[in-house]
Structures are given as C-alpha cells and as structure tokens.
C-alpha cells in the first residue's frame, strides 16, 4: 500500500461521490432538512474547498478529476447537469467555471461583542438533491468502477482515486459485495482505489466512526457495508487522529448511523489526498 505520488497537473487524482437517491433519503435528520438536502449541502459546500485547494496566484490548478454518480429507482445518472453533463468526470477548473446555479444564503457569525448576526453569502450549486424509488447499489457500484478503470488506464502514475459512496439504506438489487470488491482491486501503480463508505441515519442513535472490525456493527447490512470499504492509508489516519477521531491502521472507511456533523468530517477526511505540487 503505498498512496504517496505527489499530485500536480502533470499527475492528479480523482473524486468520485456516488449518491444514494432513494426515496428513504427524503427522512429527516436531526438538523431538521432530509438527508437528501444534507448530503447535498456537504457535497456542494466540499467542491467549493476542493476549488480553493487547487487556486494558486495564477488560477485553479487542476489537481482533482470530479464526478458525482447519483443512483434511485432502477438506474444511475450523472450527479452534475448543465455544462458539466457530458462526463461523470469533470476537471476542478471546469466545476469550478460551471456551477448550476448560485444561491444567496444565510451565515450566522460571531459580531465580534458577543453576538451572533447573519451574513448574506454566496452559496455554488453544483449537485441538487433529490429522493425517490428504490436503491439500485449494484448498478451504482459497477458504474462507478467504469469510471475508475478508464481513469486508472489514462493516469497510471498517479495518486488513485477516491470513491466516496453515502447510502442510507440496503441494496435493491443484489448484494454489492463482491463487486465492491473487483472495485477496489482496479488500480494506479501507486495503489488500489479507495473506497470509503457512508451511512446516514435518522435514527438519532450514535454514530460508529472508523471501525477497525465489524465486532461493534449491529448487523449484517452495516458488517456489509464493513468490509466493502478500503481501509484508511497512513495518511489519512494521521489526519483522522488530528480531527480528534481514535483510529489506526486498521481502521477502515466507513462510518455507521451518521448525522449531519459526521457527514462533513466524513468528505473532509475522505477527500484528502497526498501532497498537492
């Protein structure tokens, strides 16, 4: 396991959500929006710092390859639309010149006298939400698979890719596992493709962040999603352990049960790579 090619534009790597769509996303989580609308928020609110990562005194650097895999009913689609429709995988600098619409949002911030007053600020929308139909998690996993191989094929130097998959609930057709699996063995000569998986819940109970086994998973379905999921390269359970999280290098990608603040520190941990040039 290596997972250590520096990235710069000669040599990026690259992100890819895949989205559960489901009608079962439409429940509340306890911020009070659906899991729908949260897990857009997250993701929007991600490839805005994803674009300030890469922006250098000249410009936006292209460091990342972006996609956005949306599944529900029976199919899969494309998560972007608009001028980012024509491909999964979009460079940062395109996301960045094609947003779908920019919204005026309220931010609560500190007045600086103790206070707290709201700020108007400019929110990008690239990925919308939506819920309906049933979980088609086999369609899904192998759609995000043809993306990963041809992106593996054109860069084979570097750095491999992420996949990070928010679901909230059991597949709807088939099990998952074993082409989670064929996945995860596609390839960069710097490693195998990570694949980091998500849960969501409304249920309110605690979240299982970053398990080492699946001894602790109440079930089947969350030891499923267990061993489907990468486990975390050195790095990032350097990373993990500064956001306060008890991980090791056993520990895999994969969260249980999460809410709202587990989804932020789920893309922020999953969508950092090695040492941006």
């Not at 928010?166 to 099990?175: L, Y």
Request: proline content about 5%; hydrophobic content about 35%.
């Amino acid at each position: 396991m290596s997972y250590s090619a520096e990235i710069s534009r000669s040599n990026p790597t690259a992100f890819l959500f895949v989205v559960d769509q489901s009608a079962s996303m439409e429940d509340k989580l306890s911020s009070g929006r659906s899991k729908a609308q949260q897990v857009a928020d997250v993701l929007n609110r991600t490839l805005a710092t994803l674009i300030t990562r890469c922006t250098k005194s000249e410009g936006t650097r292209n460091y990342f390859d972006i996609g956005v895999i949306g599944y529900g009913g029976s199919d899969t689609r494309n998560g972007f639309q608009g001028s980012l429709s024509g491909s999964i995988l979009n460079s940062i600098s395109n996301i960045e010149a094609s947003p779908l619409k920019i919204e005026d949002r309220k931010k609560k911030m500190d007045d600086g006298a103790g206070g707290i007053i709201e700020q108007s600020i400019k929110f990008p929308i690239w990925f919308e939400s939506a819920a309906s139909g049933g979980t088609p998690m086999c369609k899904a996993i192998m759609a995000a698979a043809e993306q990963m191989a041809a992106w593996c094929d054109a860069h084979p130097d570097c750095y491999p890719p992420t996949v990070l998959h928010i679901t909230d609930g059991e597949s709807t057709d088939g099990n998952p596992e074993e082409l989670a699996s064929q996945l995860r063995q596609i390839r960069t000569n710097d490693g195998e493709v990570l694949l980091f998986n998500l849960h969501v819940s409304s249920f309110g109970t605690d979240p299982i962040e970053f398990p080492a086994s699946e001894t602790s998973l109440p079930d089947a379905y969350s030891k499923m999603l267990f061993r489907m999921s990468s486990p975390l390269p050195e790095h990032l359970v350097r990373f993990a352990q500064e956001k306060g999280f008890k991980v090791s290098m056993e520990s895999r990608g994969f969260m249980f049960n999460a809410d709202a603040i587990q989804i932020v520190d789920f893309f922020d941990i999953g969508t950092r790579a090695a040492q941006l040039r």
